[in-house]
């Protein structure tokens, strides 16, 4: 059985897609709207990506910037568009006002998902108390990643969390993989690695030119390299 670390790419479009894919990347994670860190991507948009990869896609739920889960209703029949659609692997995460993770709304769209694997975002970043963030996701459904740089800031100031989070990897709160992300550079890898990380989100880093230019297949495969530890 094959355990190279995961490498996601943010993709926006079928040529992110196209391009993530040819340089290596393993899954993507599908948003809009950049400007707002990204918000949820239209159904035609994710059917546009999956008839164009063959990649495992993950798709936002969120529908405005910031980390509060605003309409709940509307984002239950979002998810609920994208399940008919064909949407199989989601990406969320919600705080109410303390900073605590607002889990009456994280539950009801977890409920819309019937099973299917999802992500709790960078909303842990913020959290006021993310140990307990943890505790009280534990057990819901499908939860099977974090998508973290281990502090707001990003990895610089956020890499000893990282590593103390991933020696804790199988007590109760902890089973689910570390998703590195957020200010994540190459130089980052070779310690995350170490410490027996094994899954890597990135962006900008995806995009030499910036937001504004596609995903380059040349960056995504010389990240595919160093997370292989080549």
């Known amino acids: 059985m094959s355990t190279r670390a995961v490498l996601e790419v943010i993709a926006l479009d079928p040529e992110d897609a196209i391009a993530a894919q040819a340089g290596g990347a393993d ?4 948003v ?4 707002a860190d990204g918000l949820t991507p239209a159904a035609r948009t994710f059917a546009g990506i999956r008839a164009a990869v063959d990649l495992d896609l993950r798709v936002m ?3 405005a910037d910031g980390f509060a ?6 984002l239950v029949r979002v998810a609920g568009e994208l399940r008919a659609a064909g949407a199989d692997q989601f990406v969320l ?6 900073g605590g993770v607002d889990i009456e709304a994280v539950e009801r769209v977890v409920g819309e998902l019937d099973g299917c694997r999802w992500t709790f975002h960078r909303a842990i970043d913020r959290a006021a108390d993310r140990a307990a963030l943890r505790k009280q996701l534990a ?7 974090y998508l973290t740089a281990g502090a707001a800031s990003g990895v610089d100031d956020g ?3 990282l590593l103390a989070e991933a020696g804790r990897s199988g007590e109760p709160g902890y089973g689910q993989r570390l ?17 027996g990380i094994d899954g890597f989100h990135i962006g900008g880093a995806a995009r030499p030119g910036g937001w504004g230019e596609p995903v380059s297949a040349a960056a995504v495969a010389r990240w595919r390299r160093v997370v292989d530890g080549l």
């Open 61 to 63: 739920l969120r529908l």
């Open 159 to 161: 890499l000893p969390t």
């Open 32 to 35: 809009t709207d950049m400007a």
């Open 69 to 74: 889960a605003g309409d709940v209703d509307r």
């Open 93 to 98: 995460g919600f705080l109410g006002p303390d």
């Open 139 to 145: 057990d819901l459904p499908g939860l099977d990643c």
């Open 179 to 195: 998703l590195v992300g957020g200010g994540l550079r190459l130089d980052h890898v070779p310690a995350l690695l170490a410490a």
């Open 27 to 30: 899954r993507l994670e599908l």
